[in-house]
């Protein structure tokens, strides 16, 4: 089974902060893919970052870079300097070799000017 | 531009109804998935298609059934549609993740309400 735990479901940040959002999984899958998806209120889901689980390093995407630690099964998301336009629901997904991919249950990130 | 159509925005049905919800992509996309939103609950998966006549379990199949008859269309039937199906419905379209694929493209959803 696939699972995908967001324990936050709500944070806030001060613009130009640093924040980091936590996610948690589970899979029996020894090959992998992690995201996180930002949903602004338009429901579009728009790719934040990818991470595959045979990569040790971890990815990073402008102010965005995440904290991967594959023993823990455990992918944060950091977003550094943060903008008003962050301000979104932000979701972490997970998808093994079956091509199943589910996602978390989000967290909404308020940025306060 | 990748389009995913779903062929209704909003929706309202009556309870017992047979609902179909519709899905078109137009990049010869391999993989199909249907969603529901719901509030504090994410998005939950019902089924998805890896590729034409196929179809695998979601994590919430129950009362709900698919076809992929062709590639770019994957269809969401409500048997008999209940009050606890009211929710969101998003249907995404992708290239095979194990290919190396990151995007995931999503329609704009359709708001089922049934009474």
């Known amino acids: 089974a696939q699972t995908v735990t967001q324990s936050q479901p709500e944070m806030s940040v001060q613009e130009a902060e640093t924040v980091t959002l936590s996610c948690t999984y589970d899979?029996?899958?020894?090959?992998?893919?992690l995201f996180w998806y930002k949903q602004p209120p338009s429901r579009q889901m728009i790719l934040v970052i990818r991470?595959?689980?045979?990569?040790?390093q971890n990815a990073t995407e402008n102010r965005f870079s995440v904290n991967f630690q594959k023993a823990a099964k455990s992918f944060s998301l950091k977003i550094s300097d943060s903008q008003l336009g962050d301000a979104a629901m932000y979701f972490c997904a997970l998808v093994g070799g079956s091509e199943k991919l589910v996602f978390g249950k989000g967290m909404k990130l308020t940025v306060n000017p | 531009d990748v389009k995913v159509t779903q062929s209704s925005r909003y929706l309202v049905k009556r309870t017992g109804e047979k609902v179909f919800l519709e899905c078109v992509q137009d990049m010869d996309h391999e993989n199909m998935f249907w969603y529901r939103q719901d509030p504090g609950l994410g998005l939950r998966l019902i089924y998805f298609s890896y590729d034409v006549k196929m179809k695998e379990k979601g994590d919430i199949p129950e009362g709900y059934s698919v076809s992929r008859e062709k590639k770019e269309r994957f269809s969401l039937i409500l048997e008999s549609a209940s009050t606890n199906q009211t929710s969101m419905y998003l249907c995404?379209?992708?290239?095979?993740?194990?290919?190396?694929?990151?995007?995931?493209?999503f329609g704009s959803g359709t708001q089922l309400s049934v009474l």
């Open positions: 995404a379209s992708s290239l095979p993740f194990r290919q190396g694929n990151e995007k995931l493209f």
């Open positions: 899979t029996s899958e020894s090959d992998y893919y």
């Open positions: 991470q595959e689980a045979y990569k040790q």
